[in-house]
């Protein structure tokens, strides 16, 4: 088998002296869409800053593509960086430009290619995720789900190699999730890619993957493929994937006791 795109070995974090990663260890096969999942604050958009270069760990390393991330200097991280589309949360388009030029945006920024090319490229990028003539529209004039769609064109813009999505999904109506779903899906095996989508959306997400990472107070509690998952019977990833009020996880923040604090005595 292949070497992995990405290696995360036994990577702790801290900020300041508060830890949010206890020893992760992930791997990204090449070709694969992978889901980080966990509830808010467990440390994933974390995760991903240190595979984009952003933070370092406190201890162990990543690895792309055969290389030490924290172990890159100024010029081999921004190369690197060129080799990925990130895709963070709501993506915002520059309003103040079409559609086309801000799929072009990155091209004209990091490429000396002619004008020509890029409205080519711009065309195929948009054709890509079904917005091939909207290229004069402004991004006031789409709809939720429309611009996502234009937010990943520019994340493909430049045929990345990984793709990283910081909740994709956030903020969808439900078929405008299941078509940037599909189009996730679509994207990375037509662009031959690998793609790590940071989500809490399990339903959505479950349906595209091919392996998740389930993320808890900084560790990995869970890990397989989207059936593993489903059939899994740690009472954590039960009662996320289902939705349940009861479980490991508190309805009540850890307050004082509601009942003490009104007078009440059981
Ligand atoms: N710059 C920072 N300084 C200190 N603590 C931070 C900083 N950024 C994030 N944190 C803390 O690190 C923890 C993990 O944050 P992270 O953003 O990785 O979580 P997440 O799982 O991606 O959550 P969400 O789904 O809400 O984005 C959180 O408790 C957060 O408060």
Redesign the pocket.
């Known amino acids: 088998m292949s070497a992995p795109l990405v290696e995360v070995r036994d990577v702790n974090f801290a900020?300041d002296s508060r830890p949010?990663l206890k020893g992760i260890n992930m791997s990204f096969p090449k070709g694969k869409l992978i889901a980080i999942m966990?509830l808010?604050?467990?440390?994933?958009?974390?995760i991903l800053r240190h595979i984009g270069g952003v933070l370092k760990p406190t201890q162990g390393y990543v690895k792309v593509d055969g290389q030490v991330i924290s172990e890159l200097d100024q010029q081999g991280l921004y190369a690197m960086r060129r080799k990925m589309g990130m895709l963070f949360q709501f993506g915002a388009l520059f309003t103040d430009m079409t559609v086309f030029d801000n799929v072009a945006f990155q091209m004209r920024e990091h490429t000396d290619l002619p004008e020509e090319i890029i409205r080519d490229l711009v065309m195929m990028k948009l054709h890509a995720v079904g917005l091939y003539g909207t290229q004069d529209l402004m991004p006031g004039e789409l709809s939720g789900g429309m611009a996502r769609r234009v937010a990943l064109a520019r994340t493909i813009a430049l045929d990345p190699m990984l793709i990283m999505y910081d909740e994709p999904f956030a903020g969808l109506d439900p078929i405008s999730l299941t078509v940037v779903g599909e189009l996730i899906r679509k994207l990375n095996e037509a662009l031959g890619a690998t793609s790590i989508i940071?989500t809490?959306d399990v339903q959505e997400s479950l349906k595209i993957v091919d392996y998740v990472y389930f993320v808890a107070d900084g560790a990995i509690i869970a890990e397989g493929s989207a059936d593993d998952i489903r059939a899994s019977g740690e009472a954590f990833v039960k009662q996320f994937v289902h939705g349940e009020m009861d479980g490991p996880l508190p309805f009540h923040y850890p307050g004082n006791d509601f009942n003490t604090d009104l007078g009440v005595h059981a």
């Not at 808010?40 to 974390?46: E, I, L, R, V």
């Open positions: 900020y949010i966990g808010s604050g467990c440390g994933k958009t974390t940071v809490h």
